[in-house]
């Protein structure tokens, strides 16, 4: 995958990956956020969190996202869209 947010990281700065724990580069992760129960990528506002690529490939992913993205009915097809954005 090779989408980075080149605009919203920090270069030195360590952040969790918030389904395993690893701790990573910040540009080495994903960043998303939760907009009226929709999974987005993070575009600059609002609270986000952090999934590193490992983890998104999981087949479980959904049931540790749902914290963060409590009213989703269709989580898994958004988590697979964000997948195939990211590998364009």
């Not at 609270?47 to 009213?71: A, H, N, P, T």
């Amino acid at each position: 995958m090779n989408l980075k947010n080149t605009m919203f990281y920090s270069k030195k700065s360590i952040r969790m990956c918030v389904v395993c724990k690893k701790r990573d580069f910040q540009k080495d992760l994903l960043r998303f956020k939760s907009l009226e129960s929709t999974l987005q990528l993070y575009e600059g506002s609002g609270r986000s969190f952090y999934v590193c690529y490992e983890c998104l490939q999981k087949d479980g992913i959904q049931k540790s996202m749902k914290r963060f993205v409590s009213k989703a009915d269709n989580l898994r097809e958004q988590i697979e869209e964000i997948i195939r954005k990211c590998q364009k």
